[in-house]
């Protein structure tokens, strides 16, 4: 849920009270998907993180683009899905898990590291 409690879905292309829906939705009070919130061709890989901060919608997974462009781990997104280009993306490194703000405003990202021995 955001800031207004608007409820989002992550779902991979399949139907959410019988409207089809995309990666990321929202839903209304009354139950239906959001047609004011798009994110059109959407993700290359379904999404593992959404946080909300201020107005914006955070994302992150292990997805590397959003509607045909490069996104590569994390997006930022306004309130009617389109992405953010008015903040500076920061670039994330490895898939990202979990996504939050320190007191000095800097985006800050979780990754899971797998430890892999030869």
């Given amino acids: 849920m955001d800031t207004s409690d608007q409820l989002y ?3 991979p292309g ?5 409207t089809a ?4 939705s ?3 009070p009354n139950g239906t998907v959001d047609p004011s919130f798009s994110i059109g061709a959407g993700f290359d890989i379904i999404p593992n993180v959404v946080k909300f901060f201020g107005n914006k919608i955070y994302v992150g997974g292990s997805f590397t683009t959003y509607q045909g462009g490069a996104a590569k781990y994390f ?3 306004n309130d009617d899905g ?3 280009t008015t903040i500076q993306r920061p670039e994330a490194l490895f898939p990202v898990s979990d996504i939050a703000i320190s ?3 800097k985006i800050e ?4 590291i797998i430890e892999i021995q030869y």
């Fill in 14 to 18: 399949s139907t959410y009270n019988g």
């Fill in 9 to 11: 879905v992550l779902a």
């Fill in 75 to 77: 997006v930022i997104l």
């Fill in 109 to 112: 990202f979780g990754y899971e």
């Fill in 82 to 84: 389109t992405e953010d």
């Fill in 21 to 24: 829906t995309t990666a990321l």
């Fill in 103 to 105: 007191p000095d405003g």
């Fill in 26 to 28: 929202r839903v209304l």
